[in-house]
């Protein structure tokens, strides 16, 4: 027999013909290893409230934590991330009750250290708009935010959550020069061991929405936070924070939001050999939900946003959906 049509030699869709092949070759995967928790706490006792708009997302009471807990461990999920529902009475405009001792945040890592041990790790948010009355991240006066008097409040922030047991410290906030000066007073405190994920690359994003509600501030902040977050405009300026924060002593560093920013993570990877985390945030996630919701999109459309992460060059991702994905891994 003659073959007479003109057929390429490679063809490409022979890696692609049956489900074995695609595995056997595929670039990229994900396991429950590379998922971070958040976790919302509440005050009270025997509280599970689920967040609006971010179906499927909880604040805990104390004594209601371990059922997530229990779960993430089951899970092999490596690392929780704690934020507070911080109640408006609690509230000032200096964020006082971040440095509390028995805030929520410090209560919540005595108890998972006295229960859990070292089962999971412990990452802490390093900012002040849980606490203030006006929902910046750092001092506000004059309607200027302070960077050098907000990072003397920082440190202490810092060094508190660190005596309380935390893993990794986790700024933010976006202040200049802070993660240098809680790197010094870590280790001058004997906390040599805490890592700093600094969140180097944060945008004044309009995909935070439902996380200010579930934390508190929706409705209070004043103004905006352009002038200390990035402009989602530049590119080369996240190089620059990145930089400067690993010079400064950040073991990780932190991309957030997470799918408008993928050339951002692609970028900072070929850069720099350091672990970058992205933050696949509130807005991303109540996206994706109500596309599920309304059969827009399937349940599958999960995994492809996680892998995308992942396929620009994340080491890990924070996400909320971490906790629900064992079935599509």
């Not at 609690?90 to 005595?110: M, P, Q, T, W």
């Not at 929405?209 to 989602?232: E, H, S």
Request: net charge positive; aromatic share 8%; with cysteine.
């Amino acid at each position: 027999m003659i073959i007479t049509g003109k057929y390429p030699n490679l063809r490409m869709r022979r890696n692609r013909r049956t489900d074995w092949i695609r595995r056997l070759v595929e670039e990229n995967n994900i396991t429950s290893s590379d998922l971070i928790l958040p976790i919302f706490l509440v005050e009270g006792k025997n509280k599970k409230q689920e967040i609006t708009n971010m179906p499927g997302v909880y604040r805990y009471s104390l004594n209601k934590l371990h059922t997530i807990l229990d779960k993430a461990i089951k899970l092999k999920i490596p690392t929780v991330a704690l934020f507070p529902y911080t109640e408006k009475k609690l509230k000032d405009a200096k964020g006082s009750e971040a440095l509390n001792e028995n805030n929520l945040v410090c209560r919540a890592i005595r108890y998972i250290k006295k229960n859990y041990k070292d089962q999971i790790g412990i990452m802490c948010d390093v900012a002040l708009d849980p606490y203030t009355n006006h929902g910046h991240d750092g001092l506000l006066k004059n309607n200027k935010i302070l960077n050098d008097e907000t990072n003397e409040i920082l440190i202490k922030q810092s060094v508190l959550q660190a005596s309380m047991g935390c893993d990794i410290i986790a700024p933010s906030d976006m202040m200049d020069g802070r993660i240098g000066l809680i790197r010094k007073n870590l280790d001058k405190h004997r906390y040599q061991d805490v890592q700093i994920l600094s969140y180097a690359v944060k945008y004044a994003s309009s995909f935070y929405g439902p996380f200010r509600n579930a934390v508190g501030t929706k409705g209070i902040l004043k103004g905006d936070k352009k002038t200390y977050q990035m402009d989602f405009k530049n590119k080369n300026e996240a190089l620059r924070e990145v930089s400067i924060d690993i010079k400064e002593g950040a073991d990780m560093v932190m991309v957030k939001p997470g799918m408008p920013y993928l050339d951002i993570i692609s970028l900072i990877k070929k850069q720099f050999q350091i672990p970058i985390i992205a933050y696949q945030v509130s807005g991303e996630y109540s996206l994706i939900m109500n596309g599920i919701k309304r059969n827009i999109i399937n349940e599958k459309a999960i995994i492809e946003s996680l892998i995308s992460f992942k396929r620009a060059g994340a080491n890990a991702i924070v996400t909320y959906f971490a906790d629900r994905i064992l079935k599509y891994l």
